[in-house]
């Protein structure tokens, strides 16, 4: 999974082979055995509290980049402050975290409205895809573009093209093993619902002949309007999941919908199989919960959710800028790994933070 940076975790080690040569026998065991509780602890001890983003915080996209040191990197859709990147080493940190502006295109054609950015390695580089719409343009009429940075998230970014013509949104990358490099992306075909389409991925900035695979069908999946939109992939072991979500975002009942596959060619809509109900909704005070991503904790050994939520009554609507930013930790069955969705607990609660997270 190219978006995912990550490797094992490092074996301690128990003292050194030198102070070991010193240390009487009897004194290595009772070392062995003072030490052994550290070494089965968790490997962080912090804890967080939602919502990660109280505002602006829509379509939120998040991945952790190991490194000296490590951090979660995070960006959602702003409106018209461009597309800003927060970092940190701590879930709880990225409430004040570090901030940059990766991405201000002030081109008449494409300077508006800069949605739902994610942003995914390839090949050792990493590449920003978003949506945008001109600047005398109205909303319907979004297109979807990609942006080059470096060897980091945090590097700069250069225009890289145009990614289709359509009235299309909220792209991401997919890999399928055996089958190659795919994106996937909300589409609004002529007569036909906002769908999810997917298309080969032929290069960082090209795609190939793009097939609708899921539409709406579901009476969840048309609550005030009857769309899919925001795809993203979720692996496990050696299984291909995509996540969605449906209905608009103006209503509090936006939810997300599980999408498998099951081996097939990915641009075959019988190749996946769609949940018939929602897998994560509205629960505990947060509405419109949707639009997510998934990325795993520093150690690698724990698949999060990251998602948008918003109040019973939001001012602005429930698809405004009062939206904010939730995570939650995914659990897979072990008969089967299909992934389980804990439902969005309250903003009040405290929760233990991803594992390998250095502690503060």
């Not at 995570?327 to 309250?346: C, I, K, L, N, S």
Request: charged letters at 20%; a negative charge; hydrophobic letters at 30%.
């Amino acid at each position: 999974m190219s978006e995912f940076v990550f490797s094992s975790p490092t074996p301690h080690k128990i003292g050194g082979d030198h102070l070991a040569t010193f240390v009487p026998v009897k004194m290595r065991y009772f070392t062995l055995l003072f030490c052994l509780p550290a070494l089965l602890s968790p490997a962080s001890a912090n804890n967080f509290t939602n919502p990660l983003k109280k505002a602006n915080g829509a379509d939120p996209h998040m991945v952790y980049v190991k490194g000296n040191p490590g951090y979660y990197y995070l960006t959602t859709t702003e409106g018209a402050n461009g597309l800003i990147l927060t970092r940190s080493q701590t879930l709880e940190g990225l409430k004040t975290g570090e901030q940059k502006v990766i991405w201000d295109d002030k081109t008449p054609a494409r300077s508006k409205a800069f949605w739902a950015p994610e942003f995914h390695e390839i090949d050792g580089t990493w590449y920003l895809y978003y949506s945008a719409q001109a600047e005398s343009g109205p909303d319907t009429q979004h297109h979807l573009y990609v942006a080059k940075g470096g060897k980091s998230p945090w590097d700069d970014y250069t225009f890289l093209g145009q990614m289709s013509q359509g009235e299309d949104i909220d792209g991401t990358v997919i890999n399928f093993p055996g089958r190659g490099r795919y994106f996937a992306f909300s589409c609004h075909e002529s007569g036909k619902n906002q769908s999810i389409c997917i298309a080969p991925l032929l290069a960082p900035e090209k795609l190939g002949t793009r097939s609708i695979i899921s539409s709406p069908e579901y009476d969840w999946e048309k609550n005030g309007n009857a769309l899919n939109e925001g795809p993203h992939p979720l692996y496990h072991e050696d299984k291909v999941y995509m996540t969605f979500s449906a209905s608009t975002c103006f209503n509090a009942s936006y939810a997300l919908g599980l999408l498998t596959w099951n081996g097939g060619d990915p641009s075959d809509k019988m190749s996946w199989t769609k949940s018939p109900k929602p897998v994560l909704e509205k629960a505990n005070g947060n509405y419109a919960t949707g639009h997510n991503g998934f990325f795993l904790s520093p150690d690698g050994t724990e698949t999060w959710n990251v998602f948008h939520a918003n109040t019973a009554n939001p001012e602005d609507g429930f698809c405004g800028p009062s939206r904010y930013t939730m995570a939650e930790r995914v659990y897979f069955d072990t008969t089967g790994g299909v992934p389980r969705f804990e439902q969005p607990q309250a903003l009040s609660q405290v929760q233990t933070a991803p594992s390998g997270e250095p502690e503060q």
